[in-house]
């Protein structure tokens, strides 16, 4: 018993300190950038995952938040030099409210109807964004958003924005985590199973439909106010709806029911994204099967079968600890 | 639901695998020799895929020629081509991967021009010049970035010769203009609308359409309506095509005019009847009597089996400015580069005679008017200058 | 007026396509996210046989119905059953169809390269005028044969005993296996039909359009927002949906904003959602828990 326990907090460990020390052993930039956005992802991708994984929603509109995360922040702050936190909270505000007022219509419809409100959305920020020139910028998009800055500390390397991107990785994870432990965690995965019963249970589903859109839309819109930060320009051209499916991808094979999932599935998307460049079309040939494999096959995901293959582990582990503790007498 | 976990084992995958590539890309780089490192980025893939392949086959023709005739001095270039699919992101990625893995020393790229937008960033950040053979949107060169340089043909340049040719060529009083919904379409629209106002024609109707759109009935009833006696299109070939098509079908019978943009010989082909009497400005014709540009329209057709196009003509000539700029520097030290190309003059290229501005832009650039006739393009009138 | 004219055979391929979803969803409750890349593929296949086997028009529209058909029913059989088989979440199906329009977008690109191809039409597309209006033959003829083939699709599904089957699973899946319905078989059929109906409105769009990779997308989903607007399920209102559609475009396009005709489109399907979303075109259904 005490081995266990010791293990399982040398792994906590080593999950906690291998990423904070990351920086030191890379210090290639282009690895770092890569990380630095798949990390990003994460973001987003910890939202889908509140939202499909644990209440069985679908959205494939998160470019749209993601879009007004960056060009609230990033307006914000070229225009009015607004510093970066309060930029970031301000577009976090943006997308919650612009996330209720789509839930309320929205959670009223399943299926393929919230699919496509949420395209719908999706679309229409893009649009905007594309033709309010005077505001947006229109298709030359925003550029030279400027660096955050925090109390004096410059953010503007790959390794720094790396902890920067990390501390919102961790925090997101750890209100996921949180919720998916507690009350209202349980009723999302409650409305997930089956929503009629948990509604003749007095749950008020469509109340926590909702926030869970909303929580979703949040993740999206701080994913990205550090989005703008980091690349240092956005046009409309980078919040399409292949990038909403993109991101529905990384949720769906990685792992919609965990938070592990996102991070999986939004690392090996952007890395595969990177180092199968040179197949072109192919690769995406090659996304389209493992999307499709992935959703007959591995439900779960990566994540859940990493899941499937442990528990297996351990049943077989189990019944030979009992096997060779010389049983109980029953054979 | 474990999360802790979970994560020890992928990132301990990824810092193994980061680690070693890091370690194999640290080691061995040139040791005393003198060789540039270029690095080229471009859409090899989706719609914009002909437009970045000719740039790669251009720049690749180009490297191995300058190398031959060693019209970099005794400098060798060695290019890195990367695809960025037109993508604003994975293009900053690109460029971020040439500087990093390659370490190359200046980049040309992108086209897209939110791609090349993206690129200045990174180029910016790590200080070394950037090059654009294909972009034309205007804020570019308005970023105050002391490291970029266009060698695209000029979009207000080629906005005002159009609007003069309406006017004094064709003596068109009421115009409009159809532009594409993104930054080449837009920044055109501007100038356009700018130089429709300084010289006295009226402006009657200005939609715009998103590429990829297929029907452009609507825009058109619009401008039909207004009377317009010139359209002034600004976007990409397949959209022209299908507007010149659609615009005939409405029994539309004004001129229609457009920029570089949609100049390439598939504009011809899939516009058909409905695009004879198309005027428009390139930069370069395969036809051109000029002996400069039908050397390289021999060689590139000698070597590639296919007819060069203009992006592919503007990439050629980058080399060879970039060569130029090398061999005055004898230097591979950015800031060096960098005066070099600014003080670039006396080439006589395929399409053009380079010279930037203070911004970045290259005022040196001929300018072709055009109209189609046939299958081909006819030479109408060659403005040079500014 | 000229706008209303010009609505109509945008409308008649956007009924098509939603007459597709439409059937498909009724038969099997499944959204079928490929579809509008069965359009493409239609026109792509159609160009094929016109361009290397010399088929005339009918042929090549009838030979790229078939063949996008037993395309179809390859999609259904492999990835569909399985899918149902294993009692997937009805997103998970969404998210497979998706794949499918991935895989067959990207693979057209790199069969057919990014250059649009030029399909001839098999009638003129000079105008005509009527009045002050024009229109061209090539429209007339993209309204005459979508309305000929919902015509069609109407008869089979009346009159021959599959056709019966189909709308049996449609109104109640257990009851039509109760009754001794081959279930998987009739799956397979509507999904081979809605195949086909797109292929066939790529074929007549084709000509208008050009033939790219990725003119399907646009068509698929404008296709899907009609068959909502007009009321998914049933297979009139999405039609009516459709033409409904593409006058509207039209006429919001030329008069109200051409940048942001798209999004005014979007809004009327979140407004239709939010008001009533059982459909423009449809009596007020109750909403399937």
């Known amino acids: ?331 | 639901m474990s999360q802790g976990k979970g994560w020890g084992a992928p990132v301990v995958a990824l810092l193994i695998v980061c680690g070693l590539s890091a370690a194999l890309a640290g080691c061995s780089q040139d040791a005393g020799k003198k060789v540039i490192r270029i690095g080229v980025v471009g859409p090899e893939s989706g719609t914009a895929a002909q437009l970045g392949q000719g740039q790669h086959k251009a720049v690749q023709m180009a490297v191995d020629e300058v190398n031959a005739k060693k019209a970099a001095g005794d400098w060798q270039v060695e290019a890195y081509f990367e695809d960025d699919e037109g993508n604003p992101t994975k293009s900053a990625n690109a460029v971020n991967k040439l500087i990093q893995q390659s370490k190359v020393h200046l980049v040309i790229g992108a086209i897209n021009s939110s791609a090349t937008l993206a690129d200045m960033v990174v180029t910016g950040r790590a200080g070394i010049p950037q090059i654009t053979a294909g972009s034309t949107g205007a804020s570019i060169t308005q970023q105050g970035n002391k490291w970029i340089f266009r060698t695209a043909a000029n979009d207000e340049f080629q906005a005002n010769a159009l609007v003069r040719h309406a006017k004094e060529v064709l003596g068109l009083k009421k115009v409009a203009t159809f532009t594409a919904a993104d930054d080449y379409g837009q920044s055109g629209a501007k100038l356009l609308a700018a130089a429709a106002e300084k010289q006295g024609l009226q402006l009657v109707a200005s939609p715009t359409y998103n590429n990829g759109d297929k029907d452009f009935k609507p825009q058109l009833l619009t401008i039909k309506a207004g009377g317009a006696q010139g359209i002034f299109l600004w976007g990409l070939y397949t959209e022209a095509a299908l507007i010149s098509k659609q615009a005939r079908q409405l029994a539309i019978n004004a001129q229609l005019f457009g920029a570089s943009g949609m100049a390439a010989q598939k504009l011809i082909e899939l516009g058909g009847e409905a695009a004879q009497g198309l005027v428009l400005t390139q930069t370069f014709l395969p036809e051109s009597a000029n002996p400069v540009v039908k050397d390289f329209v021999a060689k590139y057709k000698g070597k590639y089996q296919e007819s060069p196009i203009p992006h592919a003509a503007q990439a050629y000539d980058t080399v060879y400015v970039i060569a130029d700029a090398l061999k005055r520097a004898n230097s591979t030290a950015p800031d060096a580069l960098r005066e070099a190309l600014a003080k670039t003059g006396g080439l006589k290229l395929v399409t053009g005679e380079p010279k930037f501005n203070l911004q970045g832009d290259d005022i040196g650039k001929y300018l072709l008017i055009t109209a189609i006739k046939g299958d081909k393009f006819e030479l109408l009138k060659t403005v040079t200058g500014n | ?289």
């Open chain 3, 1 to 289: 007026m000229q706008y209303l004219l010009n609505g109509l055979p945008i409308g008649a391929i956007y009924a098509l396509v939603a007459l597709s979803y439409s059937l498909i969803y009724t038969a099997s409750g499944v959204l079928n996210w490929s579809q509008g890349d069965m359009v493409m593929l239609g026109a792509y296949l159609g160009f094929a046989f016109f361009h290397f086997l010399h088929f005339g028009f009918t042929l090549a529209l009838l030979g790229a119905m078939l063949l996008v058909g037993a395309i179809g029913i390859l999609v259904q059989l492999c990835i569909l059953r399985p899918l149902r088989k294993r009692q997937a979440p009805p997103i998970n199906v969404v998210i497979a169809t998706l794949g499918v329009a991935i895989v067959t977008r990207n693979l057209a690109l790199a069969i057919w390269g990014p250059e649009a191809q030029i399909f001839p039409s098999p009638v003129s597309s000079a105008p005509l005028a009527i009045g002050a209006l024009s229109v061209t033959r090539q429209d007339l003829l993209i309204v005459a044969v979508a309305i000929l083939l919902m015509i069609v699709l109407h008869y089979l599904l009346r009159k021959t005993r599959k056709g019966k089957a189909l709308r049996a699973v449609a109104q109640d899946r257990y009851a039509a296996v109760l009754m001794g319905v081959d279930t998987e078989k009739s799956d397979a059929l509507a999904f081979a039909a809605s195949a086909a109906l797109g292929a066939a409105a790529g074929i007549l769009v084709a000509p208008v359009f050009f033939v790219t990779f990725n003119m399907g997308a646009g068509i698929g989903l404008k296709g899907f927002v009609a068959a909502v607007i007009g009321g998914l399920g049933n297979i009139p209102a999405a039609i009516a949906g459709g033409f409904f559609l593409g006058i509207v475009e039209s006429v919001a396009g030329g008069q109200i904003s051409s940048g942001y005709r798209d999004a005014i489109t979007f809004a009327l399907l979140i407004l239709v959602l939010w008001l009533r979303p059982s459909g423009l075109f449809l009596r007020k259904v109750r909403q399937r828990v």
């Open chain 1, 1 to 331: 018993m005490a081995i266990e326990n010791t293990g399982k907090k040398l792994v906590l460990l080593l999950a906690v300190a291998v990423p904070l020390l990351l920086p030191l052993l890379v210090s290639n930039n282009y690895y770092l950038h890569v990380i630095n956005l798949a990390g990003i992802y994460t973001l987003i991708a910890i939202g889908l995952n509140l939202l499909s994984g644990y209440t069985g929603q679908v959205s494939m509109g998160q470019a749209g938040f993601f879009a007004l995360g960056t060009y609230v922040a990033g307006l914000l702050a070229i225009n009015l030099g607004i510093p970066f936190w309060a930029a970031s909270l301000a577009a976090i505000a943006a997308c919650a409210l612009c996330g209720a007022a789509i839930a309320i219509p929205a959670m009223r419809l399943s299926g393929p109807y919230l699919v496509l409100a949420t395209v719908g959305f999706g679309e229409i920020i893009r649009l905007i964004l594309l033709n309010w020139t005077p505001v947006t910028r229109g298709a030359a998009g925003l550029t030279a958003i400027p660096l955050p800055k925090f109390f004096g500390w410059q953010c503007s390397s790959e390794a720094q924005f790396y902890y920067l991107i990390f501390s919102f990785v961790l925090l997101g994870t750890y209100v996921a985590y949180r919720l998916a432990h507690s009350k209202v965690g349980r009723t999302f995965a409650a409305i997930r199973e089956d929503e009629l019963a948990a509604e003749a249970m007095g749950v008020r589903v469509n109340r926590y439909k909702s926030a869970a859109f909303v929580l979703s839309a949040i993740y999206a819109g701080m994913a990205g106010a550090l989005y703008g930060a980091f690349s240092g320009v956005a046009s409309p051209d980078n919040f399409t709806f292949d990038d909403s499916v993109a991101f529905l991808c990384m949720s769906v094979i990685g792992g919609s029911r965990t938070i592990v999932g996102a991070l999986i599935g939004s690392f090996m998307l952007t890395g595969m994204s990177e180092a199968l460049r040179a197949l072109q079309t192919y690769r995406l040939i090659l996304y389209g099967g493992i999307l499709i494999f992935t959703v007959i096959y591995m439900p779960q995901g990566l994540a859940g079968l990493a899941a499937t293959v442990r528990a297996r582990l351990r049943r077989t582990a189990g019944r030979s600890a009992a096997a060779s503790t010389g049983g109980e007498g029953k054979a």
